[in-house]
């Protein structure tokens, strides 16, 4: 493929994402596939020849699309959200072209440094504290992960570090691996300090759970995927109070803040931390700026050496939805998830089993286990609509998220139709 070639597919290629997105909620939400249905669709090995683009494309439709859970589309609530907009696309075929490795600053100067202001832009829309925030001689500063669980435990591990030179600067003489063997990390059953639990969508006290870990000298870190993008909200902005008590936080913007996966913003109190816990400098990466206080080389901020130009999706998103429109996008959702909630409320066979802050709605049949497990069933095999369980306090309850950029009132009250009528159906059968 050439560049005249390049130029006439990219056309076609835009055309045809434009057309499915525009078009997903004609196709079935969930694929009725058994495992292993690809491998007979396609050949046993790669071709010897060059095959034709349109032979390709037309394997797309053939082979791929039958196999996809369409997760932009409206009638999608499992889950979280998976960001989505025509910018962050743009942005993320730029990246794809420009195809730099940000290793260093030097391996790409704009990749480092347009990260850097990014995740300042982010950090000041959440007004996080000023500690957290770079700028030309902070000591915090913000990263781009892949997911909250590598931020999770990025933030360990940095944690761990710190923790062992802090006791052998005064003992000496004890081994790393005694420090070890002795270190004890707190956690709750998610695991750290929550705001917006996966299950309910449920919040930690992080104003009294701040102070302790403060006055114990315990690195606190703060975890909110899915619900920090609500926080740009000043509504919402109360539910982040105690960030200043922590060593680090990161939430998804690829979850809910219109920016495509993979993008997870976290920031560190002192980058010092983060730093000495990963830095490795083999001679062929150093470069004459790298001790520079205005240069930061990302290597040592993760686990993997190479790093893509992620921020160039933070970066054609902010500008082209500005901070308004992204307020307007999480409102928005929010309100269709009260919307859904009230639907609930009318139905006297059917409950709310937690408080519904976001754009998550956890609800159940009144009734047994088994009974909510079956609906579950009867909707996942209709395709219709999408929905994923959790376990609260031993009930099994359904989730409905509200996630497709595209979701409005009425793909909820066809689902609420959807789910009633489906309903009706599974109670008059005869062993309900």
């Known amino acids: 493929m050439d560049a005249?070639?390049?130029?006439?597919?990219?056309?076609?290629?835009?055309?045809?994402v434009a057309d499915y997105l525009e078009n997903i909620e004609q196709r079935p939400v969930y694929p009725d596939l058994e495992p292993g249905y690809l491998r007979s669709l396609i050949p046993s090995e790669a071709p010897l020849e060059p095959e034709s683009y349109e032979d390709v494309m037309k394997d797309v439709e053939r082979v791929i699309m039958p196999g996809i859970t369409h997760w932009h589309s409206p009638y999608f609530f499992a889950y979280f959200p998976a960001a989505s907009s025509y910018p962050a696309m743009l942005a993320d075929m730029l990246c794809g072209a420009i195809g730099c490795i940000g290793f260093s600053w030097a391996a790409s100067p704009a990749c480092t440094e347009l990260e850097t202001v990014m995740l300042d832009w982010l950090g000041k829309m959440l007004q996080l504290p000023e500690c957290f925030i770079a700028g030309t001689d902070g000591h915090g500063g913000g990263v781009i992960q892949g997911t909250a669980s590598e931020a999770t435990l990025i933030s360990l591990l940095a944690a761990r570090c710190k923790a062992i030179r802090r006791v052998q600067a005064t003992n000496p003489e004890i081994s790393e691996a005694e420090v070890l063997s002795k270190l004890v990390a707190y956690t709750s059953e998610q695991f750290c300090a929550t705001l917006g639990t996966t299950p309910s969508c449920a919040f930690d006290h992080t104003t009294e759970l701040g102070p302790i870990c403060n006055d114990e000298n315990m690195w606190m870190h703060i975890d909110a995927a899915y619900a920090g993008?609500?926080?740009?909200?000043?509504?919402?902005?109360?539910?982040?109070?105690?960030?200043?008590?922590?060593?680090?936080?990161?939430?998804?913007?690829?979850?809910?803040?219109?920016?495509n996966f993979d993008c997870s913003a976290m920031w560190v109190k002192k980058r010092t931390d983060i730093i000495g816990a990963f830095k490795m400098e083999p001679l062929y990466l150093k470069h004459e700026n790298q001790e520079s206080g205005l240069?930061?080389?990302?290597?040592h901020w993760q686990i993997p050496l190479g790093r893509r130009f992620r921020s160039l999706k933070l970066w054609f998103v902010f500008r082209m939805y500005g901070l308004k429109g992204l307020q307007a996008h999480i409102r928005k959702q929010v309100a269709?998830?009260?919307?859904?909630?009230?639907?609930?409320?009318?139905?006297?066979?059917?409950?709310i089993c937690a408080e519904v802050i976001m754009g998550l709605v956890c609800f159940r049949l009144k009734g047994s286990n088994e009974l909510n497990q079956n609906l579950l069933k009867k909707i996942t095999k209709s395709q219709e609509i999408h929905l994923?369980?959790?376990?609260?306090?031993?009930?099994f309850v359904l989730r409905f998220a509200i996630c497709a950029r595209t979701t409005e009132s009425r793909h909820i009250q066809q689902a609420w139709r959807h789910i009633t009528q489906l309903t009706f159906e599974l109670l008059q059968e005869p062993s309900h």
């Open 336 to 351: 269709l998830a009260k919307e859904f909630e009230s639907l609930v409320r009318a139905d006297k066979r059917f409950e």
């Open 295 to 299: 240069v930061t080389d990302y290597r």
């Open 229 to 259: 993008s609500a926080f740009i909200c000043p509504e919402f902005r109360p539910l982040l109070n105690g960030i200043e008590f922590a060593d680090s936080f990161n939430f998804n913007p690829h979850k809910w803040l219109l920016v």
């Open 388 to 395: 994923v369980p959790c376990q609260l306090s031993g009930r």
């Open 4 to 16: 005249a070639e390049f130029r006439r597919r990219g056309r076609e290629m835009v055309d045809y």
